[in-house]
Every structure is written in C-alpha cells, then in structure tokens.
C-alpha cells in the first residue's frame, strides 16, 4: 500500500480479526478440547470472512459478520492467568524493593566509595544520583545480570528475540539479596555481641 491510507473499515476489519482470534489458553486440561474447538471455529470464521471480503469488497459487512459469529463462540472455560498477572497482596508489595534502595548496598566500581557511602563527582562532592555502574554491580550482586543471560539463551534456542527483562522475576531477586543482607548482617551483629 505505497502512498494509499487503509479506510476506517478496513482497519475496523484487521481489529475485528485479531479480536476472533485472540483466545486465551485454558486454565487447566478440561478447558483443553473447548479452547481447541472455539479456536478452531475462529480461524474458520476469519477465512470465510477474508474469502468474502475478497468476493464483494465490503470490510463494514463482513466486520459485522465476523462480530456476530464471535459472539456465537465465547470463551466457555476457565481462561490461564499467569502467577505474575494476578495482583500482589499489599504484604509482597511492601516487600519489593526498588534498584534506588538497595543500590548503596555495593562499592561503586566508578568512584570507588564503601557499602553505605553515598557516590561522589570527579571534584569529590556528593553525586546527585549513584552512578550506573553501581547499578550493573548491585544487580550482579543479586542475580539478575544471570538471569537476563539465562532468559536470553532460553529464547534464542526457542528462536525468539529477547532483551530478558522479567520485572518480576528481578523484584523477587532484588528481594532476596537484601533477605541475604539482612541475614548476614543479623548474623554478624550477633556474632561481635559475644
């Protein structure tokens, strides 16, 4: 289509396909055959729909057409929704931690100040943010540069693209490092009490 704009109805048309044939996985094995035969009536629906769009080129009838067969085919079974979709209960909100407040938790390897030190400019005055590099060596620290690689490798073998950011996958990880530090500070407060 160099130089033509798509009509309203035909784009109204392209939506109205993608919506048919957006049918979400079943939550468990029963849902199975009923996800597996609405699909199917879908993809047929969409065929006939695109055969007699090509037959009388009119996108606003066979819009309508489709709509209707959708409404005749809905979702009958329990739809999947992933663990990390579903809402945090307000105690495993708290518990996330952000980068900002766990990242003077690790030396920073541009300016070289300790654990707890807040960064400092070539001029030795106090950074207004950390560097980046205390970024990349807090999320080191807490798994996550591992991660990305691992989820990276995973999808090229599947033969997909990835950046491998999983922000929740990395919130838990975040998490747990400073479950670590509490634990390891915990352990060596008691340790010099004796």
Known sequence: MSGESMSDAMREFLAEIVTALDVPLAADDTGDRAHQRILA???SSVSISIQGLLQDGDPVFDTR???KRITETPITYEPYVRR???AMTDAEASEQLTRGDL???VICPTCNVAV???CITRASKPARE???RRYSALEQAAGITQHRATARREAQARGYTSNGLDHKAEASLLTAYAARRRSAQTTA???TAR
Request: without cysteine; aromatic residues 4%.
């Open 41 to 43: 009536d879908r993809v």
């Open 65 to 67: 057409w489709l709509r």
């Open 84 to 86: 990390d979709e579903t």
């Open 103 to 105: 990242v003077d938790t």
């Open 116 to 118: 707890g030190v807040r």
């Open 130 to 132: 950390p560097h980046g």
């Open 189 to 191: 407060s008691g340790t």
